[in-house]
């Protein structure tokens, strides 16, 4: 599903951003602490009291999302990096041990489309690279 490449990329990010769904049809996009679950080849999103938050309710209302980390690693010579995942998603309670301000819960995404620039050839002028755009 994944390349090696970009499950590396996505082992050195913290940061990425998720968009859901709300009830309304308006779109939100939050910024997220998340890690790559190997075992379920799936995205686990964090957050603080993660339950509470409308993100949580949007995808347990609809479970549709993207995601995106990326990066810009250096200036000159100029680099980018970008890994796009849409799909779907559900909330997972009880997946860790809280911690204060975590409340042991994610939001797993499961990847139905990955799209991916400059992780699995990095060394391309921005406008010469050539996506890894694939359905899974």
Known sequence: MFTEAEI????EQGLGRIATQQPGGTLQVSPVAFTYNDEAKAIDVTGYNLTRSRKYRNVADN?????VVDDRPSLAPMRIRCLEIRGHAEVVTDVFETDGHLDGAVIRIHPERIISMG???PDHEPLELKPNNRDV
């Open 8 to 11: 590396a990329y996505l082992a």
């Open 63 to 67: 479970g549709r999302v993207a995601f």
């Open 119 to 121: 992780i699995d050839d």
